[in-house]
C-alpha cells in the first residue's frame, strides 16, 4: 500500500515537472521565435527622417541634447537617453535598431506573466506566441523609435497595476509609480494608458486602497509634470503638424496593423475571438474580481481608440503607432478565449490557424520591408549625390528637417567635410528645436545667383508643397535629371539659362 502510495506521488510530480517544463518550452519557443523576426533584415533598411532625428539625438553634448529636448524633443525622452548609452555599442542601423529589439523581445515573457496572472499559463504561453509573430510589434521593434519600448512599459504598468490592487504594499505601488512615470515619459500618449487603467476601477467592486491609489495618482502627476510643462509651455508644440484627417481607410488600415496586417480573414478572426473573450466579463452583472479583469482589458483596448476619434474632430492627433499599447489586450482577450476551448483539437486547430495568418501578415511585412521602392532610402541616396556632386554644388531641402537624415548618412560615409553647400544652413541643433520649413523665394534666388548647380532632395512625392520651389529652379536652369530612391526624390539642376542682354542698358553706357 505504501509503496503504491509513494508511486502515486511519484508520478504527480513527475507529471507536474513535465508540465512546467512543458509550460517553460513554450515560452522558449515564442521568445526565440520573437528573437529572430526581429532581428531579421534588421540593418538592410535605410534610416527614415525620425530614425536619423533619433540618432543625431543621441550623439548631441549633453548641453544641446537638453535644449533640443526642451524647446522640442521632450516626447520620448526616456528612449532617447537610453539610446544616448546604447549608441556605444556602434552607429550602424543594426546596431541602433537592436535596442528596439531588445524591448521587443522582453515584451514576449512579460505578456506571458501579464496573461497568466489574468487567465492561467495556458493562455499567456498562448498570448506570448500571438505576440512573438505580430507582424505590427515586429515592425516597431524594428525602428529606432520609442514604440517597442512603449508597449512593454504598458505591459509592466499594468502588470504591476494590478499587484498593486491585489497586495497594496508599498512596494508594489512604488513600483507601480515609475513604470507608470517611465511609460509616460516613454511616449506621451503613455497618458492614456494611465486613463484607462484608472476608468477601470469604477467597474471594479470589493476592497481598493484607495488611499494608496489616489497617493500613486497624486506622485505620478507630480513626476511627469516636468514633461507637461515642457510639451505646454517651452516646446513650440508642432511636432504633430504633419498629420493629417483620419479618413475611414486610415481606421480600417489600423485595424489591420493591430490584428497583424494579415487581411479581412485575420482581422474577422481576433474580432470574434476578442468579442468571445471581452463577452465573459461584459455580459455579468457583478464586477466580480473574476469579471473585472475583462473589464479592465476592455477599457485599454477601446478607451484610448475612443479618446483619440473624438480629439481627433478637433485636433490632429490619429497615428497607428501611437496606439500600438493598445495591442496587448486585444491579444490577451484573444488567447483568453483560445485558451478555454474545452476540446483539444479544436484548441490546437484555431491556433494553428491564428498562427498561420499571422506568419502570413509578418511575411507580406518583410517582403515589403525588402522592397527598395517601398522605403525612404536616405542611404542610397546621400551615397549618390556624394559620388556626383561637384565642389561648391549646392543641395537644398525641400523640408528642411529631412537634413537631418542627409547629414546622419554623411557621418557614417565619413564624408561632413564634403565641399557642397547645403540649404537650409541649420545646425542640428537648430534642425531639431525650431519647426521645419520650406524654401522661400528670397533663398532659392540666393542660391539661383550663387550654384551653377543645385540638388533637390525630398521624400515627398511632388505636391503642393514641393512645386514651388521645382518651377522656380526649371525657370533658371535648363538642364534636369531626376533619380528615384525609394520615396525620396534627387533631382539635379544645371546648365544655367543666361539671362538676355539690355542692349538699352549697353549702349547708354
Known amino acids: 500500500m505504501t509503496s503504491e502510495l509513494c508511486r502515486s506521488a511519484e508520478d504527480i510530480i513527475g507529471i507536474r515537472r513535465a508540465s512546467a517544463f512543458g509550460f517553460r518550452l513554450w515560452l522558449i519557443i515564442a521568445i526565440a521565435l520573437a528573437t529572430v523576426l526581429r532581428f531579421i533584415r534588421l540593418g538592410t533598411k535605410s534610416f527614415w527622417l525620425d530614425e536619423a532625428a533619433s540618432a543625431t539625438l543621441a550623439r548631441l553634448d549633453w548641453r544641446f541634447f537638453w535644449i533640443a529636448i526642451t524647446h522640442r524633443q521632450a516626447n520620448m525622452v ?23 529589439v531588445v524591448a521587443g523581445v522582453v ?3 512579460a505578456i506571458y506573466l501579464l496573461g497568466t496572472r489574468l487567465f492561467g499559463p495556458k493562455a499567456g504561453r498562448v498570448a506570448a506566441l500571438l505576440l512573438s509573430v505580430h507582424a505590427f510589434h515586429i515592425r516597431y521593434s524594428q525602428e529606432a523609435r520609442a514604440y517597442s519600448l512603449f508597449m512593454l512599459l504598458a505591459i509592466l504598468s499594468s502588470l504591476l497595476f494590478l499587484c498593486s490592487l491585489d497586495r497594496p504594499t508599498r512596494s508594489n505601488w512604488a513600483a507601480y509609480v515609475l513604470s507608470s512615470t517611465l511609460i509616460v515619459y516613454t511616449q506621451v500618449f503613455g497618458s492614456l494608458m494611465l486613463l484607462a ?12 486602497a484607495w488611499k494608496q491609489f489616489f497617493l500613486s495618482v497624486a506622485i505620478i502627476c507630480l513626476l511627469i509634470s516636468p514633461l507637461a510643462y515642457c510639451l505646454m509651455f517651452s516646446s513650440d508644440r508642432t511636432q504633430l503638424s504633419w498629420l493629417t484627417t483620419p479618413t475611414l481607410q486610415d481606421w480600417y488600415r489600423f485595424a489591420l496593423d493591430m490584428t497583424g496586417n ?3 480573414l485575420l482581422l474577422a478572426v481576433y474580432g470574434v475571438l476578442a468579442l468571445i473573450g471581452a463577452g465573459a466579463g461584459l455580459r455579468s452583472s457583478t464586477a466580480s474580481a473574476d469579471s473585472w479583469k475583462y473589464w479592465f482589458l476592455s477599457t485599454w483596448l477601446i478607451l484610448p481608440v475612443v479618446f483619440v476619434l473624438v480629439v481627433s474632430v478637433r485636433w490632429l492627433v490619429f497615428e497607428p503607432r501611437f496606439l500600438i499599447f493598445c495591442l496587448p489586450p486585444l491579444v490577451l482577450l484573444a488567447s483568453d478565449a483560445l485558451s478555454r476551448a474545452r476540446s483539444s483539437v479544436v484548441f490546437a486547430a484555431a491556433l494553428m490557424v491564428l498562427l498561420g495568418l499571422s506568419l502570413n501578415g509578418t511575411y507580406s511585412y518583410f517582403r515589403g520591408r525588402a522592397d527598395a521602392g517601398h522605403t525612404d532610402d536616405w542611404r542610397g541616396a546621400t551615397r549618390y549625390v556624394l559620388s556626383q556632386a561637384r565642389a561648391s554644388d ?11 537624415a542627409f547629414d546622419e548618412y554623411r557621418r557614417q560615409f565619413h564624408l561632413a567635410d564634403a565641399p557642397i553647400h547645403e540649404f537650409p544652413e541649420q545646425t ?21 545667383a550663387s550654384y551653377q548647380r543645385v540638388w533637390v532632395i525630398s521624400a515627398f512625392q511632388p505636391n503642393q508643397y514641393t512645386l514651388p520651389t521645382e518651377t522656380a529652379l526649371k525657370a533658371h536652369f535648363s538642364g534636369r535629371e531626376e533619380q528615384g530612391f525609394g520615396f525620396v526624390r534627387v533631382e539635379l539642376f544645371q546648365d544655367k539659362i543666361l539671362e538676355p542682354i539690355d542692349r538699352h542698358k549697353t549702349s547708354a553706357q
Do not use: K
Not at 548609452?85 to 546596431?95: D, V
Not at 542640428?428 to 539661383?448: A, C, F
Open 394 to 404: 549646392a543641395v537644398l531641402f525641400s523640408y528642411s528637417e529631412e537634413r537631418l
Open 197 to 208: 487603467e484608472w476608468v477601470s476601477l469604477f467597474f471594479r467592486r470589493g476592497e481598493i
Open 428 to 448: 542640428d541643433l537648430e534642425l531639431l528645436t525650431t519647426r521645419p520649413s520650406r524654401p522661400n523665394s528670397e533663398l532659392l534666388n540666393q542660391i539661383v
Open 107 to 109: 515584451a514576449i515573457p
Open 78 to 100: 526616456l528612449y532617447y537617453l537610453l539610446l544616448r548609452g546604447w549608441i556605444r555599442l556602434g552607429s550602424s542601423e543594426f546596431a541602433i535598431r537592436s535596442l528596439s
Open 262 to 264: 494579415g487581411g479581412v
